[in-house]
């Protein structure tokens, strides 16, 4: 049975705010929640500081919230949000889908995940959703979530050495780096190629910036 999504006279709307620091994308988001009769847009931000600061001052019941932003990254946000326990539910709405993505945000306490190309029908269903306190992930990144699952994931140290690798340093100076053998460092750079299922050092990196677990600014 569909929603009712018209209020009754007793019923609260939904208090929304958005943040985006692109503003095309956050005017556009605002013109398809705006018109709703159960939702209230009470405040915009266009960089994660701002976003804090609104989200502080007006309590939404839900944050729609880009992933990427200046000043303050989408996932410190949340975080930020969390730990001031706050009401504010998160939707993460962004244009990265990589599993390690969704995994930060969920693990940071957002309540929902949406791309930037999903439907106006798919973005209102999740702030319903959400600002009841379910939690709302499309078919395909429960799917991406799903697939991730199955990867192995990398060490700690395994990640050290990546970090390393994607910079192009040697075995021998990302040992000097890391105080650890040069031996201990090619065989940890054999296990992360095993694991990303790449041939050689560059494809590794390929394959982490995919995953979401690189990211060049």
């Known amino acids: 049975m569909k929603r009712n999504s018209v ?121 319903r959703r959400v600002s009841i306190g379910e939690t709302y992930l499309p078919a395909r990144i429960v799917q991406r979530v799903a697939e991730g699952m199955r990867k192995p994931e990398l060490s700690a140290r395994e990640m050290e050495v990546l970090r390393h690798v994607a910079t192009g340093r040697s075995n021998k100076e990302i040992g000097a780096q890391l105080f650890i053998a040069e031996g201990t460092v090619k065989t940890h750079v054999k296990g992360l190629l095993e694991k990303l299922g790449a041939a050689s050092r560059t494809g590794a990196v390929r394959q982490a910036v995919n995953r979401g677990l690189l990211r060049f600014e």
Request: aromatic letters at 2%; hydrophobic letters at 45%; charged letters at 30%.
């Open 7 to 127: 209020p009754t006279e007793k019923q609260v709307k939904i208090r929304v705010l958005v943040a985006d620091d692109h503003p095309v994308v956050r005017q556009g988001v605002i013109a398809n929640v705006k018109p709703q009769p159960d939702m209230d847009i009470v405040a915009e931000a266009c960089d994660g500081v701002e976003a804090i600061a609104l989200v502080k001052e007006h309590l939404p019941d839900v944050v729609l919230l880009d992933l990427r932003m200046p000043r303050m990254d989408g996932i410190d946000v949340v975080a930020e949000i969390q730990a001031a326990k706050l009401p504010s539910k998160v939707i993460i709405m962004t244009t990265f889908d990589s599993e390690e993505d969704v995994h930060r945000s969920i693990k940071a306490g957002a309540r929902g995940y949406l791309l930037k190309d999903s439907s106006h029908e798919e973005i209102l269903e999740a702030i």
